[in-house]
């Protein structure tokens, strides 16, 4: 019985151990399951979430495939402008600036109908470019263009009209005078207002326009009144430099015609001047003549009062011949009549003739006459008794208005200038007033001072030396300081090269 007892018992005990561990594995079990549960949720989300994530990812794809299109498609519409408006920046009048427009810019730009126009001189809008419309539609638009109130009072700018921007009211009207479902009008605008349109329209089929082909069409617009304006502006240029050039040919012809007229009226003061002297010399000598037979008393004793007189008459008879010798010169080299003997001479030689001639002078007041020739400019070509005459009057003219114990001084310069030797004779002498100078080289003028008024002159000794030196396609001038001095500077040809050219006007001596 006992056994039996603690057999039962041991099942019984193994029955309650066999319970509890069922009891601890439900347990366990349960919270692994509850786990499993909740991590099966995370899951869950997180799969929503990423499936989100890839839905937000294709549709950011998908836009920015359609912007990168919009903005290839951009990028060729402004290609294909940039290439029209170098092309019509070229253009020099306004039909050329809309032949230069090629239709296929607008196959660029994806547009089948098109009309471009613009005010003629007249003020009448002409078609300047049409693409897509039988010229009757075109002609039926521009005049019902007219019509249209709101056309006409566009706004100055760039502001434009499109089938995405206009109110349905005008939306509408264009699209039935158009007969394109999408569309974009621009006005052209110039400094004189609104001066015509640029219309682009599509049909139905075709994608509606965007806000970039509206800017397009806008800087198109804008292009083509910028180059009319420029057009414009050239001609304006243009006609103004035409206008010139006729005004300075009518100019130069009058200036011809005047220097022609002095010339004529020249030749004559010299051919005047030449007769006059003529007769006036024939007399004159007669008159030295005369007085010097009564002088010599061949017709008999004179007193010695008639003696001075006559002297003196002597004396104003040299100064005339004088004078009339010079006139009579002065008006054959002027007309061309004295002719140069032109020769290379060594310009020391010269210089050494006339200061022996002057040498009396010289001494006479103690003057200090200083000569520098450079050794490199030793040879001139020159008639060489004409240009000691010009020496003798510019060193006479020194002399007569230095001082006692002055300085003259000869200088060549050192080198030759085009050919040109640059030579002058200066003096420390009483100088010449400023107001002076422009008439020195004037027949007859003389310097009103007290040598003058005490020493008897011509005021033709610069006139010849100047007529002399532009005979050898030379020039003269002077620069004085009254009470300081004065240098007569001239030039003078060093070959019969430099000579010639110098007849040429453009390679003129400066
Ligand atoms: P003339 O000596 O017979 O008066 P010129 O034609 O030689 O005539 O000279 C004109 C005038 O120029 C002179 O009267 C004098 O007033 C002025 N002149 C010329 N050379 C000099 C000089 N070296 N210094 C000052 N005055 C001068």
């Known amino acids: 019985m006992s056994t039996t007892i603690l057999t039962f018992g041991l099942i019984v005990f193994a029955l309650l151990c066999a319970l509890l561990y069922l009891v601890y594995v439900l347990i366990t079990k349960e919270d692994i399951i509850k786990e499993m549960a909740e ?23 998908l836009e920015l495939n359609k912007i990168r299109e919009e903005m290839d498609k951009r990028l060729h519409g402004l290609n294909a402008l940039q290439r029209t408006a170098r092309q019509m920046n070229q253009a020099l009048n306004e039909t050329e600036i809309f032949q230069r427009i090629s239709p296929t ?9 098109v009309l471009i126009a613009s005010k003629n001189e007249h003020d009448i809008l002409k078609i300047r470019l049409n693409v897509g419309y039988a010229q009757p539609k075109a002609e039926a638009i521009l005049k019902e263009i007219d019509t249209l109130e709101f056309l006409q009072k566009l706004p100055q700018g760039t502001a434009i009209l499109s089938s995405i921007n206009s109110s349905v009211k005008n939306k509408e009207k264009l699209i039935q005078l158009f007969e394109t479902e999408h569309f974009i009008f621009s006005p052209i605008i110039t400094q004189n207002g609104n001066i015509g349109f640029v219309f682009v329209g599509n049909n139905t089929a075709a994608p509606a326009v965007t806000e970039a082909d509206e800017e397009l069409i806008a800087i198109f617009a804008g292009q083509i009144g910028q180059s009319i304006e420029n057009a414009k502006l050239f001609e304006k240029v243009f006609r103004s430099s035409q206008q010139l050039e006729l005004k300075v040919a009518d100019r130069t012809k009058q200036l011809a015609l005047a220097l022609q007229k002095v010339n004529e009226i020249s030749k004559k003061k010299s051919d005047f001047i030449s007769a006059v002297s003529h007769e006036l010399r024939t007399p004159l000598t007669s008159i030295k003549g005369y007085a010097a ?51 290379l001479y060594k310009i020391k030689g010269i210089t050494d003739n006339v200061s022996d001639l002057l040498n009396p002078q010289i001494s006479a007041k103690s003057i200090h006459l200083q000569i520098n020739l450079p050794p490199q400019v030793e040879e001139i070509y020159v008639d060489s008794a004409q ?74 000794g610069l006139v010849l030396a100047k007529n002399i030196v532009l005979a050898h396609h030379g020039k003269i001038w002077v620069q004085s300081k009254q009470g300081s001095g004065t240098t007569f500077y001239f030039t003078l040809p060093s070959s019969p090269n430099a000579f010639e050219e110098h007849l040429n006007p453009e390679k003129n001596y400066a």
Not at 43 to 57: C, G, P, T, V, Y
Not at 425 to 431: A, K, M, P, Q, R
Request: charge should be negative; glycine fraction near 8%; aromatic fraction near 8%.
């Open 39 to 61: 991590t099966n949720q995370g899951l869950l989300r997180s799969f929503n979430d990423l499936d989100e994530q890839a839905k937000l990812i294709i549709r950011t794809d």
């Open 105 to 113: 810019l607008f196959e660029d730009w994806a547009f089948g109908h």
């Open 293 to 343: 037979i009564l002088m010599a008393g061949k017709i008999g004793d004179i007193p010695s009062a008639v003696k001075e007189r006559l002297a003196k008459i002597n004396t104003h008879s040299d100064n005339l011949v004088g004078l009339i010798n010079n006139l009579l010169d002065i008006a054959r080299i002027e007309s061309g009549k004295e002719e140069m003997k032109f020769a």
């Open 387 to 460: 240009i000691e005459r010009v020496f003798i009057n510019l060193l006479s003219n020194a002399i007569k208005f230095t001082p006692q114990e002055g300085t003259i001084t000869i200088t060549v310069a050192s080198e030759f200038d085009h050919g040109y030797a640059l030579i002058s004779v200066s003096d420390t002498g009483i100088g010449i007033p400023p107001e002076a100078l422009q008439n020195l080289f004037n027949e007859f003028y003389r310097v009103d001072n007290e040598i003058n008024q005490n020493v008897k002159g011509t005021g033709l």
